[in-house]
């Protein structure tokens, strides 16, 4: 096991920060940062925090560093269905409900859907059943041939722009199976050049939307990421919600007509 000096220098060394700009942002020596990081300095519970707060690392990995100390874990994981959470989960649902008629969902650090609005029902209908087995999982929802992949039209940004989100969010907090689905989904380059997957991404856009090709018309969306501001429990550090938006008129159409009913009527 790795002591508490080993693991902060490797954040240091991860967010590229010195000892003395680590110090200054914590209020401390450099000298006492460096027999913390060589173990020549037991660091207290306090400190230990400090420090984690200064190099931003995520709740779990605060966890981590305290027992490495000798001291108990100080933030809690619950389930996200846990009473305690039922402030921050109808806060979740309400942004989810809020959103309708366009499509919106909650994950994980994983990217397991926790959590989605009734407007992306209708995506899922030619979905392969097997990936919406729980834990449904929005990478491989959005990027595997047997989910979404086949109604992307511009799947080569699609998959840029997940390429760098997730290997941002690896940058900053590494994880075994989020970096299994990078390797399987995201770090191989696309096979052959298809013609209707070609990037659209132009220097007129303001963003690059998600193209889709649903419904016998082209819908052009793109999207914003909430997180929780001042989480004390590690599900909620951990849990962002995508809201998506109509990126032109047509869009907005479709989603703003009413949902046919059973026999075909609207």
Do not use: C, K
């Amino acid at each position: 096991m790795r002591t508490v000096g080993e693991l902060l220098r490797q954040w240091r060394r991860r967010r590229r920060v010195s000892q003395l700009d680590l110090a200054i942002a914590a209020g401390v020596s450099a000298r006492h940062v460096s027999l913390v990081e060589t173990g020549r300095s037991r660091p207290s519970a306090a400190m230990v925090l400090r420090l984690a707060e200064q190099l931003d690392v995520p709740l779990r990995e605060r966890n981590r560093l305290l027992l490495a100390a000798g001291f108990a874990p100080r933030y809690a994981e619950r389930p996200l269905g846990d009473e305690a959470l039922s402030a921050a989960r109808d806060a979740v649902a309400r942004v989810l409900r809020a959103h309708e008629p366009y499509p919106a969902v909650a994950f994980d650090r994983r990217w397991d859907i926790v959590m989605a609005n009734r407007a992306l029902e209708p995506f899922l209908a030619g979905v392969d059943p097997e990936l919406l087995r729980p834990p449904v999982n929005l990478l491989r929802l959005g990027l595997d041939p047997r989910g979404f992949a086949p109604l992307v039209v511009n799947l080569a940004d699609v998959r840029t722009l997940f390429r760098s989100r997730v290997g941002r969010q690896l940058a900053v907090a590494p994880d075994a199976r989020l970096s299994a689905l990078y390797e399987e989904l995201l770090e191989a380059g696309p096979g052959p050049e298809d013609p209707s997957r070609r990037s659209i991404a132009s220097d007129a856009d303001v963003v690059i939307p998600m193209v889709l090709r649903f419904g016998g018309r082209e819908l052009r969306l793109f999207s914003t990421i909430t997180t929780f501001g001042t989480p004390m429990d590690i599900t909620l550090d951990e849990v962002a919600i995508e809201l998506y938006y109509p990126a032109d008129d047509d869009t907005a159409r479709h989603f703003r007509q009413p949902a046919p009913e059973p026999g075909g009527r609207t």
